[in-house]
């Protein structure tokens, strides 16, 4: 008897150390951030490497769209909005992240919320071209509202207006690492285009592996996780290689849909601040961790941050 029990709990531990981990990447600052270059090859080319790593590896991602992008001198350019129709045409997802991803720091709820009507014109057109209704909403700077009341206003105004607030809780400071893979690109500079690339991905792991002790200290468990990118050249170039990585460590790729269906997102925030933070850090403030319970969040290295 004693030995079958132990049996039995042999296999659930093994189950447990086998169950997948899930994931949903987004990616932020759609169609592109391009840091200033307008070649339509160029970008054209990025956006079919990110298409391409995010088939490849089965990822429905979903982008979240700045239309200021989509437009010069208040005239569309049809090659901006083609850039978001080959995305859909992937079967990828999108969102709305306003219209020129002002900070909600500092503006009214009111000045807030004509961007988020301005911002979704286009991506509604095209989402309906493939059926789906316009739902996703991202806040620039991950920034929900300084205050309780600034918080509950917006989230009124999104529950009014049929949007649902997509949080992160892999947070993560890839858009510094792609400036620094930008600016050793513009040196033609080899050796550290490819230095940065294998620390972005060790970097990422750590993050990954630092929120999965998060998610097991808050939770007791891993939370389907919600990753942000931004869509880079950096991004467009190893997104392969962090699925690769996250493959490695047991993750399936899921839906925005999908990483909402876990409860953990129902958790309440109760304190609100200036912050840009995962959802993780929010819900543990809320619960009143403090100091010891954040440490050991991966740095980014120094010659990338500065
Ligand atoms: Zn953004």
Redesign the pocket.
């Known amino acids: 008897m004693v030995c079958r029990l132990t049996f039995l709990i042999l296999i659930l531990v093994i189950i447990q150390s086998h169950a997948q981990k899930k994931v949903c990447f987004t990616i932020?600052?759609m169609p592109l951030v391009t840091y200033g270059i307008n070649d339509t090859v160029y970008q054209k080319n990025l956006m079919n490497k990110l298409i391409a790593a995010l088939n490849t590896n089965n990822i429905p991602a979903i982008g979240?769209v700045?239309e200021v992008k989509l437009y010069r001198n208040d005239q569309l350019i049809p090659f901006q909005v083609q850039l978001l129709k080959s995305w859909l045409a992937a079967g990828l997802h999108l969102g709305n992240?306003t219209y020129s991803?002002p900070d909600y720091n500092n503006l009214s709820p009111s000045e807030f919320f004509k961007e988020i009507t301005k911002g979704e014109q286009v991506t509604k057109k095209l989402l309906a071209e493939h059926n789906i209704k316009l739902t996703y909403f991202?806040h620039?700077?991950l920034h929900v509202g300084n205050t309780k009341a600034k918080s509950d206003s917006l989230s009124q105004f999104l529950a009014d207006h049929d949007y649902i607030a997509a949080p992160v809780t892999i947070d993560n400071e890839d858009y510094l690492f792609a400036v620094a893979y930008k600016r050793a690109q513009d040196k033609n500079d080899t050796m550290l285009i490819k230095k940065i690339g294998a620390d972005y991905i060790t970097y990422m792991e750590r993050k990954v592996l630092y929120f999965e002790r998060q998610s097991e200290a808050l939770f007791g468990r891993q939370i389907n996780q919600i990753l942000l990118l931004?869509a880079n050249a950096l991004n467009s170039d190893y997104l392969d290689a962090l699925a690769k990585m996250f493959r490695t460590h047991n993750y399936d790729f899921i839906s925005l849909p999908q990483a909402l269906q876990d409860n953990a997102y129902q958790t309440p925030i109760t304190v609100y601040g200036k912050w840009g933070i995962s959802w993780i850090d929010r819900w543990a403030l809320s619960q009143g961790k403090k100091g010891d319970f954040f440490k050991g969040d991966p740095e980014t290295p120094p010659y990338i941050a500065n």
């Open positions: 932020d600052d979240f700045n992240h991803h991202r620039p700077f931004h």
